[in-house]
């Protein structure tokens, strides 16, 4: 997927699933994942900017977790994860629930599912030296926001 802030509040909710709680998301410190039962940090604060898209990927094999930002794979200090349950129990964007402050300020591009856990070569195909991929591979494709 591709982000981008408009603004930073104390808390922005990017993404939940909710049977299993997995979560993206970022305060004041930086970006963050909710898997198991740690919070592994994506990236620092300091590097995140207002206006800037960025390009995240997540896999999850059913008992490894990674994730890749703009690219390249960010060492996790835990990467033991949830099973992901079903696609239809997301939320995008917020917490889903009467929590509204911490609602995501910014916009999302090419959010995309796939069954199937990307290797390192797709991931860079994904981002495209930064430009993205116009048309992404919808071999094994299960949805796209």
Do not use: C
Not at 43 to 52: C, F, G, K, M, P
Not at 57 to 65: E, I, M, Q, S, Y
Not at 94 to 121: C, I, K, P, W
Request: aromatic fraction near 12%; charged fraction near 20%.
């Amino acid at each position: 997927m591709w982000l981008k802030f408009d603004n930073f509040t104390d808390s922005d909710e990017l993404v939940r699933e909710h049977t299993s709680n997995m979560e993206l998301w970022r305060n004041s410190n930086g970006l963050y994942v909710t898997a198991a039962n740690s919070n592994p940090q994506i990236v620092d604060d300091d590097d995140l900017a207002i206006n800037t898209w960025y390009h995240l990927v997540l896999t999850n094999n059913g008992g490894t977790f990674k994730a890749y930002w703009n690219g390249s794979e960010v060492s996790l200090s835990d990467t033991s994860t949830k099973t992901i349950s079903s696609v239809t129990a997301w939320t995008i964007g917020n917490r889903g629930d009467s929590t509204t402050t911490e609602a995501f300020h910014g916009l999302f591009d090419q959010m995309l599912v796939y069954d199937d856990v990307l290797t390192s070569g797709e991931v860079s195909t994904l981002y495209g030296g930064g430009d993205g991929v116009k048309v992404p591979s919808t071999s094994n494709l299960i949805t796209h926001y």
